[in-house]
């Protein structure tokens, strides 16, 4: 099992930009979660899914949206990009909530200019 | 809300040096207890967790912690630590989501470094 992908590593984006973070888990996970990490301040949840077609906000939903029409997939759009959200993103997924492990992809590093 | 408190932002050790990062949360109800650990450009991996039975927890590379529910504490022990160590340790306390789901609230992260 590759566990959870996210594409791209790395990406700088113009303010008023737009893109779409990947993320991928082959686990048959029905969980999935968007964090994003700033330093010094731990990570906090963007959106999360329970399962294809059912998305919910987290703590800090606003300038994303997410969809989850697959099991596997979980991309997070970016529509108007702002300095504000320069940070590294994490997507998780778990087989069940309640307090199952979340298993975590290797992050997008994005920059907002 | 629930919080978690994680009050060592940066450690240095030397090898061999034995370890402790403390960890305090906020929330009265039932919790799940996590240490992740983030290895110098690797994504965040599962160090231990507590969910219920014995408050004292073994995770992997000789890793323990201790829950305390009296005082709110899940801190991070390990005997000796290695070179290998040097990562930036997360605490985290789970709490369900209305959607469903549960949501991690992690501390803000103990920097760990060690030297030869």
């Known amino acids: 099992n590759a566990g959870v992908t996210q594409t791209p590593k790395f990406r700088i984006l113009k303010i008023g930009q737009s893109m779409t973070l990947q993320c991928t888990q082959d686990?048959?996970?029905?969980?999935m979660y968007w964090y994003r990490q700033d330093p010094g301040m731990g990570l906090k949840l963007i959106y999360y899914?329970?399962?294809?077609?059912?998305?919910d906000k987290g703590e800090v939903p606003n300038g994303y949206n997410v969809s989850r029409s697959t099991t596997e997939d979980f991309p997070l759009r970016l529509e108007l990009a702002a300095p504000s959200q320069t940070s590294v993103y994490f997507c998780?997924?778990?087989?069940?909530?309640?307090?199952?492990?979340?298993?975590f992809g290797p992050g997008t590093r994005l920059l907002v200019l | 809300a629930q919080s978690v408190s994680q009050h060592n932002h940066h450690v240095i050790l030397s090898e061999a040096a034995s370890l402790e990062l403390g960890c305090n949360y906020s929330?009265?109800?039932?919790?799940?207890l996590f240490w992740y650990v983030q290895y110098p450009g690797q994504h965040l991996q599962l160090l231990l967790k507590?969910?219920?039975?014995?408050?004292l927890v073994k995770g992997i590379k000789g890793f323990e912690a201790e829950f305390i529910k009296s005082k709110f504490s899940f801190n991070l022990r390990k005997p000796s630590v290695q070179w290998s160590d040097t990562a930036e340790y997360f605490c985290?306390?789970?709490?369900?989501?209305?959607?469903?789901?549960?949501?991690?609230?992690f501390g803000t992260g103990t920097q760990l470094k060690v030297e030869l």
């Open positions: 998780a997924s778990s087989y069940y909530g309640g307090g199952e492990t979340q298993y």
């Open positions: 686990m048959n996970h029905n969980y």
């Open positions: 507590y969910f219920s039975g014995d408050p």
């Open positions: 985290a306390v789970n709490v369900g989501l209305t959607g469903g789901g549960n949501k991690l609230t």
């Open positions: 929330y009265g109800g039932t919790v799940n």
């Open positions: 899914s329970v399962g294809a077609g059912i998305t």
